[in-house]
């Protein structure tokens, strides 16, 4: 039997692989979604076939109580709310680890010093994934502020309470049967999670949730090696090792280094950043921009956080088709940190039926903005901001940006005056080029749509 099961969990590991893989591409992510689930289906299924496994009556029972929460939350969670799940989900997944390593140590019979030492990593990983994955959902649910939360020495107490949990996790590898010391040791870590988040910015939550699932899947590699389970340290790994990856390109993305991002508290002290900017917002009554945009040959379309917020996905897609069919060029602009999580625009847009073709990456569309007769900005604010490439006092200086300021013509969809997520003030509004239609992404969109129709 035995042997069977290792055979089984080879399989759900390359299946685990080739998913990943899958999920790559838009082409192909959902059917790498399916793949993943059912790698993870027959892992569960073969698990419950250990001769020695107890207590299956409440391991089912909370499997299916899990399975009929998550498939609740899943029909029922708007798109927009998409990056908060995302975050809640990542923390389960280190929550889960984390009381794995508990279970474990309190049992006390984990054989040897190796594999108590991978257990409390495991544990410590997990419970900082999981307590800090929870500030970052709280932040981008608006439950707590999303710009930073600091105090005097922040730093060096976060440092402590660090220390305290390290030393804790070195206790448990010579003391045996305590339970004190490891409640404490858990206690400590959860708190350095809490810690950990408070002080980062809104703005850099897609970094965040990308980390947090890098932790995640770290902490279940370790305790796969604490219990032996192949099919824990290989799907852990995989997901530790591409989570670390899209951490590192969402930095890069905004030229932030991943210190910067957790200790830099990006966004507190933003709106006193950078220079004077000169001139003024020029705003254009929605009939004259939908001429605009009839005439053109070449409209590219940037999306951001607005469009999310508006739910307007389905009504550009509407101006998208209209547009082409009277012989305007569109393209889709996507910025890596768009949004509040990584592929949020993608997302969105997919899920409006907009073609995988249309949408193009930062590196593959910048060189045709001199060439684009109207750039239409739907929501997005930071990652359009010219100030990023010519002020080097601005905050965001050399992020990399969608060149949108070089088009002939820019079109601006915005509520209001204020400035972005990053508090930063956005010196494409105020350029000769730029116009600017106040309202609703969703309600202005519709409005274009109806005026494109009379065209």
Known sequence: MEHFIQAVYFVTVILFILG???????????????????????????????????NIGLILTAIFIGAVLAWI???????????QMVAIYNGMGGGAAAAIAAV???????????????????????????SGSMIAFAK???????????????????????VVALVFGAALLVVEDS????????????????????????????????????????????????????????????????????????A???????????????????????????????PIEVEDAAIMLRYAGRVIIVPGYGMAVAQAQHKIREMMDLLEAKGVEVKFAIHPVAGRMPGHMNVLL????????????????????ANTDVALVIGANDVVNPVARSDPSSPIYGMPILNVDQARNVLVIKRGHGAGFAGIENELFYKDNSRMLYGDAQSMVNELVQHLKQL
């Open 252 to 282: 890069k993305a905004m030229n932030r280094s991943l210190g910067n991002v957790l200790f830099g508290a990006f966004g507190k002290e933003a709106a006193a950043g950078g220079g004077e900017i000169h001139g003024s917002l020029k």
């Open 179 to 250: 339970t004190a010391l490891v409640l404490a040791f858990f206690l400590v870590a959860l708190a350095f999670g809490v810690l950990m988040t408070l002080p980062i910015g809104g703005a850099d939550m897609p970094v965040v949730i990308s980390l947090y699932n890098a932790l995640t899947g770290m902490a279940v590699g370790f305790e796969g090696f604490a219990l032996g389970n192949a099919a824990m340290i290989v799907a852990g790994t995989v997901v530790g090792a591409a989570g670390t990856l899209l951490t590192q390109l969402m």
């Open 140 to 162: 981008l649910q608006g439950l707590i502020s999303g710009r930073p939360i600091t105090f005097p020495a922040q730093q060096p107490f976060n440092l402590v309470v660090l």
């Open 73 to 83: 939350s899943g029909r029922r969670v708007a798109m927009t709310d998409m990056p």
């Open 350 to 369: 997919a899920e409006a039926g907009v073609p995988y073709d249309h949408l193009f990456d930062l590196e593959e569309i910048n060189a045709e903005f």
């Open 104 to 130: 474990e140590l309190l049992r006390g019979e984990l054989d040897g010093t190796g594999l108590i030492a991978l257990s409390v990593a495991g544990g410590l990983i997990g419970a900082v994934a999981f």
């Open 20 to 54: 990943l893989k899958r999920m790559s591409s838009p082409l192909t992510a959902r059917s790498g979604i399916t793949w993943a689930g059912v790698a993870m289906g027959l892992a569960v299924v073969v698990t419950m076939l250990w001769p020695d496994l107890h």
